[in-house]
C-alpha cells in the first residue's frame, strides 16, 4: 500500500515567484519529494511542477507552467481524473483514487487536496505494483479452479491458504484449516515420514510426486501424490511450502486388484503345471 505524505503547506507558487527565488525553499523541498507534484489555480493553470512531475507526466516545466491543465492534457477531458479533480473542486474536499492513464501506459495512485488558492495533487506511478497485483490474481484464479488440492504453509505447519480443490480432497473448508496445523491430515504411522520430508524441505529441495496416506476429515484414509516446495522471501531465507496434492487413491486400488489377479493368475499357471508333471 502506497503512502503520501503531502506538505502542511499548500500554497501554491507562481511563475513570478519561482523566478524571483521568494519560495526558492519551498521548491528545494517540493523537488525533494519522491511523489510527483503539481500545484493548479481555481482557473485549472499549472503553478508549479516538481522534477518527479516531470518525469512521470513526460513533459517540461516550460511546457506546462501557467498552462491550463486540461488543454495540456486534452486525452483526460471526461476521464476518471476529470471527475474526480473535479468533485474536490466542488467539494472543497481531499480525493484519493488510482487510475490508467492511456496516453501515457501508466497507473497513478493520485491524493489531491483543495485549496483556496487551488489544488495541491501529489501523484506516483504504481504500474509495476499493479502488474504484479494481475499476476497474482490470475495466478489466484488458477490456483482456485484447479482441481488439485494446493494449500500454503509455514515452516510450523500452520495453514496459510487452502483452495477448493484441497476442500474437495480433504473434507475440510478454508475457515476450518486457515490458522490450524496441517498435522491434522497426516496419520500417526506417517509423522517420521513428514518429518523427512520437512528436513528435506529446511534444506532447500522441492520434494515431487511422493506417494503417501493422509486422513480425511470423515476420517477415511486417501491415497495421495504430493510436491513440496519451499516458499521464500525477499532474502531467498525460506518462510514456509506450498504443496500440491492429487488424489490417487482409485490408482492404488486399481493396481492392488491387478496385483491381486496376477497373484492369483501365477498360482494357477503353477498348479497346473504341477498337475500336468
Do not use: C
Not at 519561482?18 to 489555480?41: K, M, P, Y
Not at 488543454?71 to 474526480?84: I, M
Not at 480433504?170 to 528436513?199: D, F, K
Request: net charge negative; glycine share 6%.
Amino acid at each position: 500500500q502506497h503512502t503520501f505524505h503531502p506538505l502542511h503547506a499548500q500554497k501554491t507558487f507562481s511563475l513570478e515567484d519561482v523566478g524571483q527565488g521568494v519560495d526558492q525553499r519551498f521548491a528545494g523541498i517540493l523537488d525533494s519529494l519522491t511523489n510527483a507534484f503539481v500545484s493548479l489555480d481555481r482557473q485549472w493553470r499549472v503553478t508549479y511542477i516538481n522534477l518527479q512531475a516531470e518525469s512521470l507526466l513526460q513533459k517540461t516545466r516550460e511546457e506546462l507552467l501557467g498552462k491550463i491543465l486540461w488543454e495540456a492534457f486534452p486525452e483526460a477531458l471526461g476521464s476518471t481524473f476529470y471527475r474526480k479533480y473535479h468533485e474536490a473542486f466542488e467539494t472543497l474536499t481531499s480525493i484519493r483514487f488510482e487510475e490508467f492513464y492511456p496516453p501515457l501506459r501508466k497507473w497513478f495512485e493520485v491524493q489531491a487536496y483543495r485549496s483556496r488558492e487551488g489544488m495541491s495533487v501529489y501523484f506516483q506511478d504504481i504500474t509495476k505494483h499493479k502488474q504484479v497485483e494481475e499476476e497474482l490474481f490470475k495466478l489466484a484464479a488458477i490456483v482456485e479452479s484447479s482441481d488439485d488440492a494446493i494449500f500454503s504453509r509455514t515452516l510450523d505447519g500452520i495453514v496459510l491458504s487452502w483452495n477448493t480443490g484441497a476442500e474437495r480432497l480433504y473434507g475440510y473448508n478454508a475457515l476450518e484449516m486457515i490458522g490450524q496445523s496441517i498435522h491434522t491430515l497426516v496419520p500417526p504411522e506417517r509423522r517420521q515420514e513428514w518429518e523427512e520430508i520437512m528436513q528435506r524441505l529446511a534444506e532447500g529441495q522441492r520434494i515431487e510426486h511422493v506417494e503417501t496416506v493422509r486422513s480425511r476429515k470423515d476420517g477415511r484414509r486417501i491415497d495421495v501424490s504430493i510436491t513440496v516446495s519451499p516458499v521464500r522471501d525477499a532474502t531467498g531465507k525460506i518462510i514456509g511450502a506450498s504443496t500440491i496434492a492429487r488424489d490417487i487413491t482409485k490408482r492404488k486400488h486399481a493396481e492392488k486388484r491387478q496385483h491381486l489377479l496376477n497373484e492369483a493368475s501365477n498360482a494357477l499357471v503353477s498348479s497346473l503345471d504341477h498337475q500336468l508333471t
